[in-house]
């Protein structure tokens, strides 16, 4: 089993599962273009996904869902609260909703709700019945119920969007402050860290910090503020960039 990000960040989002021949694309912010082109740094065609997830409605999420489905005959899975919000319409291969597990190929996902203001956001934990990769973007905060979702991962990928003092700083009106910062804006730092401490990291091979913003946070904080909460070696903390994403990371 292994993952790669096509690019983190509020320009576009896009992460890759796969195992064996089963390729899953998770969100898809990208114009049709730049999602091939990201893609094919990785190895891998259009044609080769299994299925796209969706997380939520925002642009930078599903900006080119649509397209690529349509293009390339891909299966698309969200939930019908993200259906109800997009502004453009989609082909829909079936919903999930909170708790509910899909199998596509070789693996499994499980669907778990968070707290965001979208019309009703998941985000996913994938399994080939080994190994288990979950994802926790664009949520304000978390409860027992999701860390208990959470357990027993191999690799995580949460984000680490603002940190607090840059965002109070920062030029962002007092409106758009206080939306990102609330229960159902994102993660800063510290509750991101705070997060993965309460979850238990020391069994995870990745750990990887996503949805940087490009305005509100500095890769060197958010990876220092991971490195004071957890006492991790800052070499083995990994970060998914808007420009790059990642490469491939296996889990053994």
Not at 94 to 100: K, N, V
Not at 131 to 153: A, H, I, N, V
Not at 217 to 224: I, V
Request: hydrophobic share 40%; aromatic share 6%; charged share 20%.
């Amino acid at each position: 089993m292994r993952f790669a990000v096509l690019g983190s960040g509020s320009q576009g989002n896009g992460t890759l599962i796969a195992s064996g021949d089963t390729f899953i694309l998770v969100d898809c912010g990208f114009s049709l273009r730049e999602t091939e082109r990201r893609l094919a740094l990785l190895g891998v065609a259009p044609a080769q996904l299994s299925a796209v997830l969706v997380t939520h409605e925002h642009a930078d999420h599903v900006h080119g869902v649509g397209l690529l489905s349509r293009r390339y005959n891909v299966p698309v899975y969200l939930s019908q609260g993200t259906l109800r919000g997009l502004r453009k319409p989609v082909e829909v291969a079936g919903f999930l909703a909170c708790g509910d597990t899909l199998n596509i190929g070789a693996l499994q996902v499980s669907a778990a709700r968070v707290e965001h203001d979208a019309h009703e956001p998941l985000q996913y934990v994938i399994s080939d019945g080994r190994r288990r990769f979950g994802m926790l973007t664009d949520l304000g905060c978390y409860d027992s119920r999701l860390l208990e979702r959470y357990q027993g991962l191999d690799a995580l990928l949460i984000e680490a969007n603002h940190c607090r003092d840059l965002l109070a700083r920062g030029h962002y009106p007092r409106f758009l402050k206080l939306r990102v910062g609330g229960s159902q804006g994102h993660l800063n730092n510290h509750q991101a860290a705070n997060l993965v401490a309460e979850l238990g990291w020391q069994h995870l091979q990745h750990l990887v910090l996503a949805h940087l913003s490009s305005k509100n946070n500095l890769p060197h904080l958010a990876r220092q503020c991971f490195v004071d909460t957890l006492g991790c070696d800052p070499d083995w903390l990994q970060v998914a960039n808007q420009e790059h994403g990642l490469d491939w990371r296996e889990i053994a």
